[in-house]
């Protein structure tokens, strides 16, 4: 309810500031009123914590379609497959993404992140809606390995600017020689049963090759996140460690290795690792413990959205109602001292900006948050990840476009409490 009333009053002052043309301190200590204050600056043109400063004439972030090329009808193996499969342009979509243009206009070249950023379109158009609700050791269509490469390029290209992509295709060889490796290791011991088989491949990726979690303090931690990293430094979140495991699985069933269902129990808690398992076996209680193609890439995508959100400083548990808070007040007379300090942080963050440094100590990035929400966006999840959109946008003088983004949120969530809003 309370994210419903900051939605719905952030409308009615993006409304009123474009309708006036006028980017007032008034309009937005209006929607101060609406919830305890925050001593961050306002999201206005001259105070905000994220100014883009987009050029005036937007261009298009719209991709175009075409279908998908089928791969060679018959590979020797799964390694030409997968090097051999042509990467099919991004499909259209009707969203129309500010962060790349935004980045494009401050002067930075933004060619190596559009171009992951298709990479991973065209893995998620393979997505059918049965296909999302299916487990991630029986996935078939979507190359979750490219797919997670896909968000790590992006996101390298953002804060690097290197003239040099991530090279996609050498981590997906370094995943593929995860596999090849345990061949070595394939002995008759190891053919002796299913639970055999399943627990050397466990051996093999935790004990001989030394792959591990992140600890539980740590799993915000960037290099945790990320695949290609994880394959560097072997250590990892669940979700990164889960995926690999199922890659393996996959590239075994091709090959003729395995030719039983499996799955893989992916732990909630915070130390256990992500274990494969007979499926004929399986049991009720290990239904939760089941991974789909859809939940993984969102979990990914939402772990990278929490790490890099702006507003650090704030314990709200929603990623929306912290940066809400944060743009609801200019200047609060009567703050504490913990307020004060905030205010501090906020014009040393402001001035780091103007500076071209995106990121500092409890503001996360602004880039990588952005680029997160979008990816999001495009796989169809909650509504709530629009809203999230926007907000962002806001904090960054983007007003028409958070205006437009929140008006495309069902009319349910918005059009309820505007009038409580002034």
């Known amino acids: ?82 090097r051999a499969a042509s990467l099919p342009h991004a499909s259209a979509t009707d969203f129309d993404f500010a962060l790349h243009d935004a980045l494009e206009s401050s ?4 060619s190596h992140a559009r171009e992951a950023r298709k990479g991973f379109i065209s893995q998620i158009n393979e997505l059918s809606d049965v296909e999302r609700e299916t487990s991630i050791s029986i996935n078939r269509r979507v190359d979750l390995g490219r797919a997670a490469l896909y968000i790590a390029a992006e996101d390298d290209s953002l804060i690097s600017h290197s003239s040099v992509p991530l ?34 491949i466990e051996k093999y990726l ?71 398992y007979d499926k004929q076996k399986s049991k009720e209680s290990d239904q939760p413990h089941i991974m789909t193609v859809q939940m993984l890439l969102e979990k990914v995508l939402r772990n990278l959205k929490a790490a890099f959100w702006p507003f650090q400083h704030d314990h709200v548990d929603s990623l929306f109602l912290r940066a809400a808070h944060a743009a609801n007040c200019v200047d609060d007379p009567n703050g504490s001292q913990e307020s004060a300090y905030q205010l501090a942080s906020a014009k040393a963050a402001q001035h780091r900006l103007e500076r ?23 796989l169809k999840t909650d509504p709530k990840e629009i809203r999230d959109y926007s907000i962002l946008l806001y904090h960054c003088g983007l007003y028409q476009q958070s205006l437009k983004y929140l008006r495309v949120l069902p009319p349910h969530k918005v059009g309820q409490q505007i009038q409580l809003a002034f």
């Open 167 to 200: 090279p996609v295709d050498a981590f997906l060889e370094r995943l593929d020689d995860l596999s090849l490796g345990y061949c070595s290791h394939y002995n008759s011991l190891s053919r002796s049963s299913r639970e055999n088989f399943l627990e050397s």
């Open 107 to 110: 002067g930075i070249n933004t």
């Open 356 to 378: 071209g440094v995106w990121t500092s100590v409890r503001f996360g990035d602004m880039r990588r948050a952005l680029s997160a929400c979008e990816r999001l966006i495009l």
């Open 1 to 82: 309810m309370l994210e419903r009333y900051f939605a719905d009053s952030i409308i009615f002052v993006l409304s009123y500031v474009l309708l006036t043309h006028s980017l007032c301190f008034v309009a937005i200590n209006k929607a101060a009123t609406m919830s305890p204050s925050s001593s961050l600056t306002a999201a206005s043109s001259s105070s905000s914590l994220w100014i883009l400063k987009p050029s005036p004439a937007f261009k298009s972030s719209r991709f175009q379609s075409i279908p998908p090329s089928l791969p060679p009808s018959s590979p020797p193996c799964f390694r030409l497959l997968r």
């Open 206 to 276: 935790y004990v001989k090759k030394g792959f591990r979690r992140s600890s539980a303090k740590n799993l915000a931690e960037p290099r945790a996140l990320y695949l290609h990293s994880v394959l560097t430094h072997r250590s990892g979140s669940a979700l990164m460690l889960s995926l690999i495991h199922s890659e393996i699985l996959k590239m075994f069933r091709l090959w003729g290795l395995l030719d039983f269902d499996v799955e893989i129990f992916f732990p909630h808690d915070h130390y256990g690792l992500p274990r494969a």
